[in-house]
């Protein structure tokens, strides 16, 4: 396994860590009785989507990214 392909499984386990930590919030906030999403699910939102495309690009230079 090369190096870029470990940053790669690194990555997607923080995507998988990010999922965990947003629905917490999420399962918390329903708790509380919250009507509306957490204001930092966007966020979290967004750092999933650049860490899992950070990892597809990895992927892609490591010639393992289907296209």
Known sequence: ???VERLAERL????AD???VAFDRLREAAADGA????ASDKELA????AAEKA???LRKIDGSADD
């Open 1 to 3: 396994m090369s190096d």
């Open 12 to 15: 997607e386990q923080i995507v």
């Open 18 to 20: 990010l999922d965990e």
């Open 35 to 38: 009507t509306e999403r957490p």
């Open 46 to 49: 967004k750092a999933r989507r």
């Open 55 to 57: 990892a597809y690009i």
